[in-house]
């Protein structure tokens, strides 16, 4: 996949994640009509629609590929692509997993749901969560159970807290090291 053009690899996949939610529409529609899931579970909240899905995992795959590939070309190291690649790869899968692990012990009913959803804050304190990659991966290994819409929002929700956490980690590290930045001062 990674041979091809970045436009061509971007188109690709995008177009698979359409076919695939079309799918899974289809399925919805033929066993019952599709189903809409209420916010928070709660249903005084508002309902969304799984029809959503045609429009936001297509774009959704469309505007986070396309991140990867701009953080990929920005490296220019002998190899560094290459382990870029691969290292984006197993971020993904062990996000589409996690993903899928929450979704498939929501729908069995199993304890674990809390254990496995605040886990996923915990891991973000020590991961940048806030990367293209685990978005995605966890928004799509959630979304047959979810729909689309929830679960970006939840991986939203844990990105921005990702990104919240890292960057005042940062901070705090410069301040504690007087304003210099990394191996500053050094021979």
């Known amino acids: 996949m990674f041979a091809r053009p970045a436009i061509q690899s971007r188109l690709l996949l995008t177009i698979c994640a359409l076919v ?12 019952g009509g599709v189903l809409a899931h209420h916010l928070l579970a709660n249903p005084e909240l508002p309902a969304i629609s799984n029809w959503w899905g045609l429009l936001v995992v297509p774009l959704l795959v469309w505007h986070l590929v396309g991140r990867i590939q701009r953080r990929a070309h920005t490296l220019v190291q002998a190899g560094s692509r290459e382990r870029f690649r691969s290292l984006a790869q197993v971020r993904f899968t062990v996000a589409l997993l996690w ?9 069995l009913g199993h ?6 959803f605040f886990g996923a804050f915990a891991a973000a304190l020590f991961v940048h969560a806030y990367r293209a990659e685990y978005v995605l991966g966890f928004a799509l290994g959630m979304t047959f159970t979810f729909g689309a819409v929830l679960p970006v929002l939840v991986a ?3 990105a921005a807290c990702s990104f919240l956490v890292h960057l005042l980690a940062g901070a705090a590290m410069r301040l504690a090291r007087g304003g210099r ?6 021979p």
């Open 20 to 31: 695939a939610e079309t799918l899974h529409i289809g399925w919805e529609y033929t066993h």
């Open 99 to 107: 993903g899928a692990a929450l979704a498939l012990a929501f729908t």
């Open 111 to 116: 304890p674990a749901v809390t254990f496995i």
């Open 156 to 158: 939203s929700v844990i």
């Open 181 to 186: 930045a990394r191996g500053a001062g050094l």
